[in-house]
């Protein structure tokens, strides 16, 4: 797709590594990584049976390395490096149509199976289901979680900055016995009047032009 290249730069640009895992063969494979700009460099393409005689120490060092390609690969060996990956302690997504990417879908933090070509058993096995079966449209999800949660992070503390000082004299007149300066009820009316349509503000900003460059 052409959209691909793009979407490929942004995950780089936002810190998500990509890695190929496909049943197909490593010329293959490699062809199309360099077109999508997914291998820039050298890369590294490890065929199935050289997986298949690794240790999970030569695997976990392996994953480090920045641009990896795995190809021949059978369903249990997507599993394998789906849990080596978490044992690093990484986040792991994982993209599949077919039956066979069932078990590394199922077992990732997030599965996203493709919505036409995807089979049933990938869709069961799956968190999320593409509509489009566009690899960009990940991309843009990502953008739209971040963008989520630093609203929640600007809505937080919005209302914490606001509400410790409409508290304050509250705390003085329980500790301290000062006189109550605002009834209850007008805190309220101040809290509603001056919380609620910025908060809402707050919530629904659109994002910003680097978040898809924090890590």
């Known amino acids: 797709r052409p959209e691909v290249p793009d979407a490929i730069k942004r995950c780089h640009d936002a810190g998500i590594k ?14 199309i990584a360099r077109k999508i700009g997914l291998i820039k460099g050298e890369g590294c393409i490890i065929i199935g049976d050289e997986l298949s005689r690794m240790s999970a120490n030569e695997l976990s060092i392996l994953l480090n390395k920045p641009e990896i390609i795995f190809a021949r690969t059978s369903p249990e060996q997507k599993l394998q490096i789906v849990n080596a990956l978490q044992q690093q302690g990484e986040v792991v997504c994982v993209t599949g149509d077919g039956v066979n990417d069932a078990p590394a879908l199922k077992n990732a933090d997030i599965g996203v199976a493709m919505g036409i070509t995807g089979t049933d058993v990938a869709k069961e096995a799956s968190n999320m289901v593409l509509m489009d079966d566009n690899f960009a449209t990940i991309v843009s999800a990502v953008e739209e979680g971040r963008t989520i949660f630093e609203n929640i992070k600007k809505f937080i503390s919005y209302i914490l900055t606001s509400n410790i000082p409409e508290i304050l004299p509250f705390i003085a007149y329980v500790v301290l016995d000062f006189p109550l300066a605002l009834t209850v009820v007008l805190i309220l009316a101040i809290d509603l009047g001056t919380d609620v349509i910025p908060a809402l503000g707050l919530g629904t900003e659109r994002p910003e032009s680097d978040v898809m460059k924090r890590p």
Do not use: E, F, K, V
Not at 18 to 31: Q, V
């Open 18 to 31: 990509l890695i190929m895992i496909t049943g197909d063969y490593g010329i293959t494979a490699d062809s």
